[in-house]
C-alpha cells in the first residue's frame, strides 16, 4: 500500500474541495492512488445526492449564455436548497456551465435530463454538490435564436428574460429596456394571435356574465365584452403593452418603440423565474 502522506491528503483537499478526513478515507480505501480517490469521491457523492434527491429546492438562480454575435442564446433555472448557496460562485458557475450546453445545442426546448446526464456536467454537478452539499435540480432550459438575442437577469438571480428581434436595435439600451420592461409586465404572448382561444373566449364569457349582473342592456353586452378583450390584450400581449420605461420613451407601446428603433419583431420571447 502506498504511504499516504499529509501532502498526498492535501493535494486531494485542494482538487476537490473536500473535508480533509473525507480525503484521506479515499485515499485509504484506494491504497494512495490519487486519481482512484477522486474518482471515489465522486461516486460516494454521487450516491449521496440521489439519496437526498426528495429534497425541497426552493431556491435558485437563473443563467444564461449568449453568443459573440448575440444570435444565439440560452437560458435555465438551476435549484437548490438555500439561498446562500444559489449565490456561491461554484453554483453559479454550474448553472452557466448548463446554459452553455444549452446553447451549444440545436433544440429550443431541450431535454433537462438529457442535459442533466451529459457526462462533463453530470461531473461538474457531483463535484459541486461533494463541495456544497444541497440538492439541486435542472428544473427548465430553453434555447433562443434570431437577429439579436436580448438579455436580463434581475439582480437577485431569480427572473431572467431573453427575446430575440428580427434586427440589431439602433441603440443597445432599447434591447436592454424591452428586457426589464418583459419581466415587470409579464406578458403572456409576443402578439393577439398567440393568445390561446379559450383564455380570450373565457375573458369574453365573464365580461359577459358581469355586465349582465350589472343590469346592462342586452344591446351593448356584446360590445361590452369586446372591450374587455381588447383591453385584456393590450394588458397581456407584449407588443401591444405600453412600455414601461415612458420615462425615456414616452407613452408608447412596445411595438412603437421597437419599430422606431429599426426592429419591427419580436421573434421569441422567454420569461423565467425560479420556482416559476
Same mark, same amino acid.
Given at each position: 500500500?502506498?504511504?499516504?502522506?499529509?501532502?498526498?491528503?492535501?493535494?486531494?483537499?485542494?482538487?476537490? @474541495?473536500?473535508?480533509?478526513?473525507?480525503?484521506?478515507?479515499?485515499?485509504?480505501?484506494?491504497?494512495?492512488?490519487?486519481?482512484?480517490?477522486?474518482?471515489?469521491?465522486?461516486?460516494?457523492?454521487?450516491?449521496?445526492?440521489?439519496?437526498?434527491?426528495?429534497?425541497?429546492?426552493?431556491?435558485?438562480?437563473?443563467?444564461?449564455?449568449?453568443?459573440?454575435?448575440?444570435?444565439?442564446?440560452?437560458?435555465?433555472?438551476?435549484?437548490?436548497?438555500?439561498?446562500?448557496?444559489?449565490?456561491?460562485?461554484?453554483?453559479?458557475?454550474?448553472?452557466?456551465?448548463?446554459?452553455?450546453?444549452?446553447?451549444?445545442?440545436?433544440?429550443?426546448?431541450?431535454?433537462?435530463?438529457?442535459?442533466?446526464?451529459?457526462?462533463?456536467?453530470?461531473?461538474?454537478?457531483?463535484?459541486?454538490?461533494?463541495?456544497?452539499?444541497?440538492?439541486?435540480?435542472?428544473?427548465?432550459?430553453?434555447?433562443?435564436?434570431?437577429?439579436?438575442?436580448?438579455?436580463?437577469?434581475?439582480?437577485?438571480?431569480?427572473?431572467?428574460?431573453?427575446?430575440?428581434?428580427?434586427?440589431?436595435?439602433?441603440?443597445?439600451?432599447?434591447?436592454?429596456?424591452?428586457?426589464?420592461? %418583459? %419581466?415587470?409586465?409579464?406578458?403572456?404572448?409576443?402578439?393577439?394571435? %398567440?393568445?390561446?382561444?379559450? #383564455?380570450?373566449?373565457?375573458?369574453?364569457?365573464?365580461?359577459?356574465?358581469?355586465?349582465?349582473?350589472?343590469?346592462?342592456?342586452?344591446?351593448?353586452?356584446?360590445?361590452?365584452?369586446?372591450?374587455?378583450?381588447? %383591453?385584456?390584450?393590450?394588458?397581456?400581449?407584449?407588443? #401591444?403593452? #405600453?412600455?414601461?420605461?415612458?420615462?425615456?420613451?414616452?407613452?408608447?407601446?412596445?411595438?412603437?418603440?421597437?419599430?422606431?428603433?429599426?426592429?419591427?419583431?419580436?421573434?421569441?420571447?422567454?420569461?423565467?423565474?425560479?420556482? @416559476?
Amino acid at each position: 500500500m502506498a504511504a499516504i502522506t499529509a501532502e498526498l491528503v492535501k493535494n486531494l483537499r485542494e482538487t476537490t @474541495g473536500l473535508p480533509m478526513m473525507e480525503c484521506k478515507q479515499a485515499l485509504s480505501e484506494n491504497n494512495g492512488d490519487f486519481e482512484a480517490a477522486k474518482e471515489w469521491l465522486r461516486k460516494k457523492h454521487k450516491g449521496k445526492l440521489e439519496d437526498r434527491s426528495d429534497r425541497a429546492t426552493g431556491e435558485g438562480r437563473i443563467a444564461f449564455h449568449l453568443s459573440p454575435d448575440r444570435k444565439v442564446g440560452a437560458i435555465i433555472e438551476l435549484q437548490c436548497e438555500t439561498a446562500p448557496v444559489a449565490k456561491n460562485e461554484l453554483f453559479v458557475s454550474l448553472a452557466n456551465a448548463f446554459a452553455a450546453k444549452t446553447a451549444a445545442g440545436s433544440s429550443p426546448t431541450p431535454d433537462v435530463a438529457a442535459l442533466r446526464a451529459d457526462p462533463a456536467l453530470d461531473k461538474m454537478f457531483v463535484e459541486t454538490y461533494g463541495k456544497l452539499r444541497e440538492t439541486m435540480n435542472l428544473r427548465q432550459a430553453r434555447r433562443v435564436a434570431g437577429g439579436c438575442i436580448a438579455t436580463y437577469i434581475h439582480h437577485d438571480g431569480k427572473t431572467g428574460v431573453m427575446i430575440a428581434l428580427n434586427a440589431v436595435p439602433s441603440a443597445d439600451s432599447v434591447a436592454a429596456d424591452l428586457c426589464m420592461h %418583459a %419581466a415587470f409586465a409579464k406578458p403572456i404572448a409576443i402578439e393577439k394571435d %398567440a393568445v390561446p382561444a379559450a #383564455e380570450v373566449q373565457k375573458v369574453r364569457e365573464l365580461a359577459k356574465e358581469a355586465a349582465l349582473a350589472e343590469g346592462k342592456p342586452a344591446a351593448i353586452i356584446e360590445k361590452i365584452a369586446e372591450g374587455r378583450v381588447a %383591453a385584456y390584450l393590450k394588458e397581456k400581449v407584449l407588443m #401591444e403593452q #405600453e412600455h414601461a420605461r415612458a420615462d425615456v420613451y414616452g407613452k408608447k407601446t412596445v411595438r412603437d418603440v421597437l419599430k422606431e428603433a429599426g426592429v419591427t419583431a419580436v421573434t421569441d420571447m422567454v420569461l423565467m423565474r425560479v420556482g @416559476g
